[in-house]
């Protein structure tokens, strides 16, 4: 956001952007970007890449002295630390990584990382659950600009995130647990989405004053198989203050799926707008959003094998302000957020009736749609600050959660009329979460040792406060090798699905316990010219999971039910590796091979077989997968991308018919060729290419191939 010294102890590379709603800025720590942690699905242009490797070595030797530097590093600590001195696996996606994929939403994109599972339930991320390291969606924190957009109803549809790719500057990707730095709802993980804020650099006037307001537009228009359409625009202004900016887009699709009865099934239809701006002065820096999303999909068989004509549609809004100081011993960056959703869920389509259908048995099935609105405000308070014996931060954050439903929570004493209806909310849940968090970091030389802790009091069945420890450790080795690792705990709230939604073949326990885990992992990492990499290994160990599992109860009319219960104690292993190789740098004679990255993460979870149990999520994670990616320049503007994903996922589910099937092997290769001009550019890409049947999710096949065209204006 920034780009000239703050003060004469402080260094800032010009080329670079500050951006202090990052998700390690904004939750009470420095975000520093520009040589990302994990080189996984980034390779940098030669020259560049050079520049980074001498900023980077000079970063290190000051940061420990109090020394702030604007953008070196991703950090994954709540105080600012340096690549050198961070102990966490962080997994950046930068905006040549989001342009050279063939991925038409942000739940695509995730698919390229190896420690990701994004399980799928319709076209272009209509529904998708998106895990960490085995876990499901309900233990990763989904962040917008650094602030928590989690929905406390449903991991299932948090990634209904008002963005599209072309809008997106990065996806910084934290694996592994971190309560201490965003929160008790990043049980496995956090991704923070970080849209494009700066005017793009190549486009801006050299010959204009510092104090000139600039704009930039960008639009694009794609289509392609199934029906597929999707337009937006985005318009940026900006002088050496004030930033805003603008965009908006839609998307719609048939979907690959028809009913039984021949009506559309995975249709999709999307639309969404998104406001953000800032002001900065040598005093302080102040940035705001706001951004409403709209979609409605078919549902087929998502939530029931039953029944193939399944529907839902939702609404969400953000609204955050946030600050900075930038003067003083005592760095401070206080935020607030509200965030407002509403879903409805039909699971005969297009029929509200109280009568659904006639049972085999001649009871009357009776299913009207499903209203839920929850309203999020939190505010949260965030510092750091250097003395003798190292850096110290504390963060405190307030967040409450009030959900009103058709079925979901404990009665109300007044229904609340829904909104378009003759229908009422006559049930809900309100709750409030207070969280502080300490953390203090000592360096020593080439070692640095971080730890903390965060303390947790949730209203929700009057839970006692509880605390959460962890510890890093850090020790650069040489320029090329670090080595690292890290302890952490942390809890989980329960959804309120988890503990109310008792329809359709479901029946939930409203006393769950929060999940709880402690984590164990040690790395290695290395950067030289051209070839970086890292290798890791992770040990968790969780207690009181939570899973839905069918274990032989049958409700009043003879079907199996689903349970919400925890799941006991399971332990899971495994580790990661990536290798990735910028040719432009390792072979700069030639100009073909750009880059090559592979990715390996294995995962082995132990728990005990039970029989005749089916697990919906805990028993279900991918035990292998594997992404590699190759770039070519095949001429000068003519560019190809090709990418192959592994999958081999554990678990089963029962088919339409009631018989066990267990998850297989596939493997799918999607490409992206681009014509790349200055001002425009023009691309085809195809997913699944080998036209593979796979199912990610029991009883919802995947597309076979799908091909999209499409072209991007540069104003």
């Known amino acids: 956001m920034y780009n000239t010294v703050k003060t004469p102890e402080k260094l800032v590379f010009k080329h670079f952007s500050n951006k202090s709603y990052s998700l390690f800025a904004a939750l009470g720590k420095e975000v520093l970007i520009g040589v990302l942690a994990i080189p996984m699905l980034s390779s940098a242009q030669a020259a560049e890449g050079k520049a980074m490797d001498n900023e980077t070595m000079h970063a290190d030797s000051l940061v420990h002295n109090g020394k702030d530097i604007g953008e070196v590093v991703v950090t994954a600590s709540r105080a600012p630390l340096t690549l050198a001195q961070q102990a966490r696996t962080v997994t950046v996606l930068t905006q040549r990584d989001i342009a050279a994929l063939p991925a038409q939403s942000i739940n695509d994109l995730l698919k390229y990382a190896a420690g990701v599972d994004v399980r799928q339930r319709g076209p272009i991320g209509a529904q998708t659950d998106v895990s960490v390291r085995g876990g499901n969606d309900e233990q990763v924190a989904i ?111 048939d979907g690959y799926t028809r009913s039984k009865g021949g009506h559309l099934s995975t249709d999709y239809s999307g639309l969404h707008s998104f406001y953000q701006g800032s002001y900065s002065d040598p005093n302080v820096i102040v940035s705001w959003h706001a951004g409403l999303s709209t979609r409605g999909w078919g549902s087929s068989t998502f939530y029931s094998k039953n029944f193939d004509n399944q529907y839902e549609h939702t609404f969400k809004s953000f609204t955050a302000i946030q600050a900075e100081t930038r003067q003083g011993r005592i760095h401070l960056r206080p935020a607030i957020y509200w965030n407002h959703q509403y879903d409805r869920f039909e699971l005969f389509r297009g029929d509200d009736a109280v009568t659904g259908m006639t049972l085999a048995n001649g009871n009357t099935l009776k299913i009207p749609f499903n209203y839920h609105r929850a309203d999020i405000f939190g505010a949260n308070l965030n510092s750091w600050f250097d003395w003798a014996l190292g850096r110290t931060a504390m963060g405190l954050e307030l967040r409450n959660e009030d959900l009103v439903s058709t079925n979901l929570g404990e009665a109300l004493h007044k229904a609340k009329p829904i909104h378009g209806t003759d229908r009422y909310y006559r049930y809900g849940l309100d709750r409030t979460n207070i969280q502080l968090a300490l953390e203090h970091n000592i360096f020593l030389g080439p070692l640095t040792v971080s730890g903390g802790i965060i303390a947790v009091k949730n209203s929700w069945a009057d839970m006692p406060m509880k605390v959460y420890p962890s510890a890093d450790l850090s020790l650069q080795l040489s320029p090329v090798w670090k080595l690292y690792a890290s302890y952490n705990s942390s809890l989980r709230m329960p959804s309120v699905t988890e503990l109310y939604y008792s329809v359709g073949g479901f029946k939930a326990d409203a006393h769950l316990q929060p999940e709880e885990l402690n984590a164990f992992e040690a790395g290695m990492k290395m950067t030289a010219n051209g070839i970086s990499g890292n290798m890791s290994a992770f040990y968790n160990h969780y207690k009181n999971l939570i899973d839905w599992i069918v274990d032989g109860t049958k409700d009043e009319n003879g079907n199996l039910v689903a349970k919400s219960v925890n799941f006991g104690k399971i332990n899971a292993y495994g580790f990661e590796g990536t290798i990735a190789f910028d040719f432009l740098r390792l072979i700069p004679s030639q100009h073909v091979l750009r880059s090559f990255t592979t990715s390996y993460c294995y995962i082995q979870q132990s728990e005990e077989q039970n029989e005749g149990i089916t697990s919906n999520y805990v028993l279900e994670y991918l035990k292998h997968k594997w992404v590699s990616q190759l770039g070519l320049n095949l001429c000068r503007k003519l560019s190809l991308d090709i990418s192959y994903r592994l999958h081999h996922r554990m678990g089963a589910y029962r088919d339409t018919a009631g018989e066990l099937q267990r998850y297989g092997t596939y493997g799918l290769l999607d490409a992206k060729l681009s014509w790349n001009e200055r001002s425009w550019s023009a691309y085809v890409e195809g997913n699944n290419l080998f036209d593979k049947n796979y199912e990610e999710v029991g009883n919802v096949p995947q597309p076979g191939i799908w091909i999209i065209g499409g072209v991007k204006i540069k104003l």
């Open 143 to 253: 962040l917008l600009n650094g602030i928590s957009i989690s929905d406390p109803q449903t991991g299932h549809n948090a990634f209904d995130i008002p963005v599209n790719p072309s809008d997106i500057e990065r996806i910084e990707v934290l694996e592994g647990p971190a309560a201490r730095v965003y929160g008790t709802s990043s049980l496995l993980g956090a991704i923070n989405i970080v849209t494009k804020k700066n005017l793009s650099s190549d486009r801006i006037s050299t010959s204009a004053s510092p104090s000139a307001t600039q704009w930039q537009g960008d639009g694009y228009l794609e289509g392609g198989s199934h029906g597929y359409l999707s337009a937006g625009a985005r318009v940026a202004v900006a002088n050496s203050q004030w930033q805003h900016s603008l965009s908006t887009g839609y998307s719609r699709s």
